[in-house]
């Protein structure tokens, strides 16, 4: 996916081409650029980000592996995203098990930033359990739908950062 850089009477915007098609009706001058991720790091749908392919881990122990990475467990609230992760997993050789990423059920269900987990993301039947054991949650194979696991559970761990900033442009 690529961002847009946009000048408009001595203005540079930076943003979703989408959102400027929307907003601006006038002539402007785009520039399509590449996200600026960090190495390791990935650009995918809008955000930077990384899988551990080598090392399973539980929970905890991913989200201090994305944290040492200069990021966190990837927050993937849009559907398009899950979809595109899920579609990840099943193309990936060898094929992973699945992700730990940032949502978790303290009490409620959040995500890494502590907003409030959307309860229609759940595959039909979850969450199941009510108790400490099933309180992290996994991609649905060829779903956007989430189901709930054990957070000791080994998986490979999906961090996220923001992009960096892109320097260096001239007209």
């Known amino acids: 996916m690529l961002d847009i850089l946009l000048l408009y009477q001595d203005n540079i915007c930076y ?7 929307r907003i601006f ?11 600026a991720c960090s190495p390791n790091f990935f650009p995918f749908h809008g955000g930077c980000f990384l ?27 849009r559907e398009g995203l899950r979809y595109a992760f899920s579609n990840m ?6 094929r992973p098990d699945n992700f730990h990423f940032g ?6 269900w959040m995500w890494i930033d502590d ?10 039947g979850y969450p199941i359990g009510n108790d400490q054991t099933q309180s992290c949650a996994v ?22 950062k923001p992009p960096g900033k892109f320097h260096g442009l001239s007209f």
């Open 15 to 21: 943003g979703d081409k989408d959102v400027f098609f």
């Open 25 to 35: 009706t006038c002539p402007c001058l785009f520039y399509a650029a590449p996200l």
């Open 51 to 77: 899988v551990n392919t080598k090392t399973s881990l539980n929970w905890q122990q991913a989200l201090a592996q994305c944290k040492s990475e200069g990021g966190t467990l990837a927050k993937i609230s």
């Open 89 to 94: 997993l099943e193309g990936m050789i060898p």
């Open 103 to 108: 949502l978790m059920s303290r009490e409620l």
């Open 115 to 124: 907003s409030l987990l959307n309860e229609s993301l759940w595959m039909q």
């Open 139 to 160: 991609l649905s194979f060829g779903s956007s739908k989430l189901k709930n696991v054990d957070c000791k559970l080994s998986l490979k761990p999906l961090c996220q």
